[in-house]
């Protein structure tokens, strides 16, 4: 199956400091997902981005499909942006496989 | 327009008793996925679902656990009788047809004493 590896495994910030999160698969992949698991352990949804770049607010993300990566950009961070990013893709089908994640410490 | 709704959040069992855990998926949405937390293992596909029908159920356990997307109401994981390794965190997913887009749902936490 697709392989995700997700770097770093740890990240720790200062509030207002500027972070990118990279993820690399395997494989040709017809669907990618970021999502951020907040402290309370849910699974929040940011991106839907199997190729190309989008931004919504201060996140955005870019997907290099032919090179296979992912990058998410969080910019002007917040404490409330700590917690877990995962990356996961089903390659051509629709079972999602997770990387490791990224814990991310934002402080004040 | 409501998310995916996940029942109960918490839930605690005892060893040997059965756990069902719910799963509402969004309006329109009629492919329904289960993926597991397990704490060492990370984020594990289970099952997935459309309507009276398992489509792919290669990550579920081969005993004790059984999946199912009635006609009507919601998906239902039925977990029997549970081990404190079921001990984790569910999540269920749902997308439209032909979406490859998967919008989660809080969660359900079991714990098994």
């Known amino acids: 199956g697709i392989q995700v590896e997700q770097s770093p495994p740890d990240l720790i910030l200062q509030e207002g400091a500027n972070s990118t999160l990279r993820c690399n698969f395997s494989d040709s992949v017809n669907n990618l997902q970021w999502f951020h698991q907040n402290p309370w352990g849910q699974l929040i949804n940011l991106f839907y981005?199997?190729?190309g770049t989008k931004q919504n607010g201060r996140l955005s993300a870019t997907t290099v499909a032919t090179e296979r990566y992912s990058l998410l950009y969080i910019s002007s961070s917040q404490t409330t942006d700590s917690g877990v990013y995962f990356c996961a893709t089903g390659g051509s089908n629709y079972k999602l496989t997770f990387g490791k994640g990224t814990l991310l410490t934002v402080n004040p | 327009n409501a998310g995916v709704m996940q029942n109960p959040r918490h839930l605690v069992r005892r060893r040997g008793q059965e756990a069902r855990l719910r799963c509402s998926p969004m309006?329109?949405?009629?492919?329904v996925y289960w993926y597991r937390q397990l704490p060492e293992e990370g984020l594990k596909f289970m099952v997935y679902?459309?309507?009276?029908?398992?489509?792919?159920e290669s990550g579920m356990p081969k005993e004790r656990f059984s999946a199912e997307f009635p006609k009507e109401g919601p998906s239902i994981l039925r977990i029997q009788q549970v081990v404190r390794g079921d001990s984790a965190a569910y999540f269920c997913?749902?997308?439209?047809?032909?979406?490859?887009?998967?919008?989660f749902g809080p969660g359900t936490r079991l714990t098994v004493t």
């Open positions: 309006k329109g949405h009629s492919h």
């Open positions: 981005i199997p190729s």
């Open positions: 679902l459309q309507k009276e029908n398992i489509i792919d």
């Open positions: 997913a749902s997308s439209p047809p032909s979406i490859y887009e998967q919008y």
